[in-house]
């Protein structure tokens, strides 16, 4: 046997064969270089004899464009922060693509003068919610809050906010810590559990900026509590001048939800008398990460103007997606939300059908086949820190518990849960569209199983 040290073929040659040629034109020469050499690293160690070189070097390439990749929310959790939280629509996906190259962000094509940034995205949210006098769009909804504080309140003025609304929002981020960064003062009013009217109204004074209001999204205080609607709060005075509220909401939602009826909107928090308005794009709107503002035009222009906001604009790619998502069709995590178990349910057993066909009952749960592929019920959340208290009617497909690591390493990879040594894939978050996948994506680690021969599989429904 020949040395396989002196068979190694030369990096150049490899390089320079036709059938990498795509792949260099696509992904670099730099990025298939890398690729080839360690290949003839595993030729020179013998694992890959030369003639193998360029197939293997093709198995090799990467799939995606960056190392973000596609997967599938099979959690049961709609908004899941770990997965990028709400997926665009189709259409929000399109204009992504749309503005991605040159593109008229900033230019009047009609005039050829300097167009007012964004303006299609500003004026789409302007029209979802007629109660904003102006709207603002920032990168997500950290940022306009802390823009909201910075602009009206960094120069060491007051923000009231009650303490049971002193919230971390996830990731060790608190929202007192953030308000703080900005230069403001916090004046924390009332105790942890309960806050009142006369507690806000005792703490107004000429160095109060405005009174804070945050939806505590992730947590639910119960028993002796008490809390002061906007409503009251937008009556708050000092010496005869109105004090602004500042709502931050949280989830995005811009009208009442008949699904969430705990969970605060921008229209009626509007309505109630709040001054400005901050939320999350990416949550229950259903659009990309972005922080909108909404509220009273001469809040909205300071903030605007306000130097920081510079520092918080939105990229061309945001704004397409959230005009696409505010004029579009409904985005992925309402129409989940909007889903009826039943439907899920004949989903759930299509899939367990088709997945009868191909997988096995393997019976070592922990190596084989999916086993009894069930069709079991189970309660979703809305996620993304939001609608804490919210159980949302699902079903899943029920499959062995050693099953979830291998469905995270298909080349799709399938994100679900493990509850009681069951590997949970529920179908709340998955797109119908997906469903295709989510079978190839299941068949590919049963068919990498070695246990599968002969076996019949049962599938069953509820
Ligand atoms: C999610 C949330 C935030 C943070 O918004 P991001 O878009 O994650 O920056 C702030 N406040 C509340 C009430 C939230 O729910």
Known sequence: MTDPRRATPRTDTVLADPALAPAAARLGRDRVRTVVRDVLDRCRAGEVSPDEVVPAALEALPTYASSLRPVINATGVVVHTNLGRAPLS????????DAAGT??????????????????????????????????????????????????????????????????IGDGFRIPEL??????????VGTTNRVRLADYTAAVSERTAFVLKVHPSNFVVRGF??????????????????VPVVADIGSGLLAPHPRLPDEPDAASTLREGAGLVTASGDKLLGGPQAGLLLG?????ERVRRFPLARAMRVDKLTLAALEATLRGPEPPVLAALAT???????????LAGRLGAGAGDAGDAGAGGPGTVRVVET??????????????????????????EALRAASVPVVARVVDGQTLVDLLAVAPDDDDQL????????????????????????
């Open 90 to 97: 189709a259409l929000a996906r399109e204009a992504v693509v």
């Open 103 to 168: 593109t008229d962000v900033e230019l009047d094509l009609a005039t050829g003068r300097r167009g007012r940034r964004g303006a299609g995205a500003l004026a789409a949210l302007a029209e979802r919610v007629p109660d904003a006098e102006a709207v603002h769009v920032v990168n997500n909804g950290a940022a306009a809050l802390a823009l909201a504080a910075a602009c009206l309140a960094g120069d060491g003025r007051e923000i009231l906010v009650a303490r049971g609304e002193l919230v971390e």
């Open 179 to 188: 308000l703080e960064s900005t230069g403001a003062r916090l004046r924390e």
């Open 225 to 242: 509590t008490s809390s002061v609607p906007v409503r009251e709060l937008a009556g708050l005075r000092h010496d005869g001048a109105a």
């Open 296 to 300: 009273r035009a001469d809040l909205v």
């Open 340 to 350: 009826p178990r039943e439907q899920l349910r004949s989903r759930a057993v299509a």
């Open 379 to 404: 309660t979703g959340a809305v996620g993304g820190g939001g609608a804490p208290e919210v159980t949302v009617p699902s079903v899943a497909l029920a499959l062995p518990a050693g099953f979830a």
């Open 439 to 462: 079978v190839a994506s299941i068949h590919e680690i049963v068919s990498a199983a070695t246990v599968l021969e002969g076996k019949t599989s049962r599938t069953g429904a509820v």
